[in-house]
């Protein structure tokens, strides 16, 4: 009975190990199926891949080629425009060349020699300098010496002469005259000193002579002497010339 119940049993253990395997291989075919299946498509996608890189490149060159035709036959054209322009300008020399070009004859008597053109250079020379001259002589006459009146009642005061031009004063005081830089009026010494001279004494005072440029410079002055309550006062200068105060020295002596 024992080997029978051996043999019994080692059947069941067959049994068992055959339906475990069957059971197995059942579970991992899909699977295996599966990976391969992967596999095959990534590979048929890699040379889908490959392939589109190969057409891209195929598209570009044939671009390129396209452009480079294009460029060729706009080159043709102007090859053929500037042709047709070359042998245009060569028509037009030939056409040139059949033409005569007649001098005509011109009197020896009648031509103008080097020495007729030197004189007359000369006389236009002289006509030249006769004008500046007359410009010179209208400019002093224009600007013959300005005279300076006394003007209002106070004509007991010691007036000393201050003319304001453009960016710059004259100091009559002085001999010679001196300018000086309106900008250095308040650290100019002869000014300094004038303002000085007019504060202390006791009928000294500046006059101003006032061009028609030198309002500014008047102003400038004029600010100076009032900081400091130095009597002053202002003569208008019409025109350009020199300024001659002849009637106050003559008064003075």
Request: hydrophobic residues 40%; charged residues 30%.
């Amino acid at each position: 009975m024992f080997p029978f119940l051996s043999i019994i049993a080692c059947v069941i253990g067959v049994l068992t190990m055959m339906i475990a395997t069957l059971a197995l291989a059942q579970t991992d075919t899909p699977d295996v199926a599966q990976i391969e299946t992967y596999e095959q498509d990534q590979k048929a996608l890699d040379r889908t891949k490959f392939r589109i890189e190969q057409i891209k490149v195929e598209i570009s060159d044939i671009l390129k080629l396209r452009e480079q035709q294009k460029q060729n036959e706009t080159n043709k054209a102007e090859i053929a425009e500037m042709l047709a322009e070359l042998n245009a300008i060569e028509k037009e020399l030939a056409e040139q060349k059949k033409v005569k070009i007649v001098i005509p004859m011109i009197d020896p008597k009648a031509r103008e020699t080097a020495t007729d053109m030197q004189a007359q250079h000369a006389q236009l020379e002289e006509q030249i300098a006769q004008l500046e001259q007359d410009l010179r002589d209208r400019k002093d006459k224009s600007e013959a010496n300005v005279t300076v009146l006394p003007q209002g009642s106070g004509l007991n005061f010691n007036p000393h002469f201050v003319e304001c031009a453009a960016e710059s004063f004259v100091m009559h005081t002085e001999t010679p005259q001196k300018r000086i830089r309106t900008a250095n009026a308040a650290k100019a010494e002869k000014f300094i000193a004038l303002m000085e001279l007019a504060a202390n004494g006791k009928n000294d005072s500046i006059v101003f002579l006032v061009r028609s440029d030198g309002l500014g410079t008047f102003r400038t002055l004029k600010g100076l002497c009032d900081q400091r309550s130095i009597r002053n006062g202002k003569l208008p200068v019409v025109g350009q010339g020199r300024i001659d105060l002849s009637a106050f020295t003559e008064k003075k002596n």
